[in-house]
């Protein structure tokens, strides 16, 4: 079988592009609603009233120590921070594999995110924290956790490592690393006064259901490709010694 170029191992034509933007119109319902009822219909509840006392607890433990320490942690996933992360990663995985899924699941992973969260976001307009805040942010609305949810979406390169090796250590760190990073970022933003608990979690759900969807999505559209090199390899190995006989 002949190895196909790079430029045909692109995965995300007409059909994939609809799914995924059918899956990103269901996320939006979907956080929109639990963010409709944490700013509506649950504004009174013990779950709110939770994630205020959590916000005030976290201001009375500031320390210089812990407001550098948190300021790391917040700016692992920082907009211009994800934005680099993603374009180095999905190049040296094109460049390793010389094909589009390994890249293609990471960026369209971060996409998926990135658009559910400012959709959301913009329409929830949920206040932040009414604590003093130790980051300015140009997105003036706390619901749902963008920096969380990007966090967690990074775990699509998780999954890649564990195509590509059965090495324990090596998917062991992977996973740890994975877990690790959005909680640290999750913590970080809380401790800043940017975010309450349940923009964490929903944040963080937010990122994780963004890896899965677009996991299923572009390996169905790779199978489906491989199938269609294989029959194309396939017709052409049935025709050429048709053609060569005619011809002689």
Request: net charge positive; charged share 15%.
């Amino acid at each position: 079988m002949t190895s196909p170029r790079i430029r045909d191992t692109w995965l995300v034509r007409k059909h994939e592009a609809m799914q995924l933007g059918i899956i990103y119109v269901v996320f939006t319902a979907v956080w929109f609603s639990i963010g409709y009822l944490l700013t509506h219909t649950l504004k009174n509840s013990w779950i709110v009233h939770t994630d205020k006392s959590i916000s005030e607890w976290f201001v009375k433990q500031r320390t210089p120590g812990l407001n550098s320490a948190s300021f790391v942690g917040s700016m692992l996933s920082d907009t211009v921070v994800k934005i680099v992360v993603t374009a180095v990663v999905a190049l040296v995985m094109l460049i390793v594999w010389k094909r589009w899924l390994e890249p293609s699941v990471v960026v369209f992973s971060l996409i998926l995110e990135a658009l559910t969260f400012i959709t959301v976001t913009t329409l929830v307009k949920r206040p932040r924290p009414d604590v003093p805040h130790l980051d300015t942010s140009p997105v003036g609305t706390s619901y749902p956790s963008g920096h969380t949810a990007a966090a967690v979406a990074y775990s699509a390169i998780v999954v890649i490592v564990f195509w590509h090796t059965r090495k324990r250590w090596i998917r062991a760190l992977s996973v740890a690393v994975a877990v690790i990073l959005p909680v640290c970022v999750g913590l970080a933003r809380m401790y800043r006064g940017m975010h309450f608990l349940t923009d964490v979690v929903f944040g963080a759900l937010l990122g994780g259901a963004s890896v899965i969807a677009t996991v299923m999505v572009l390996t169905r559209a790779a199978e489906r490709q491989q199938n269609q090199h294989v029959e194309d390899d396939e017709e052409h190995t049935e025709t050429v010694p048709a053609a060569q006989l005619a011809h002689n």
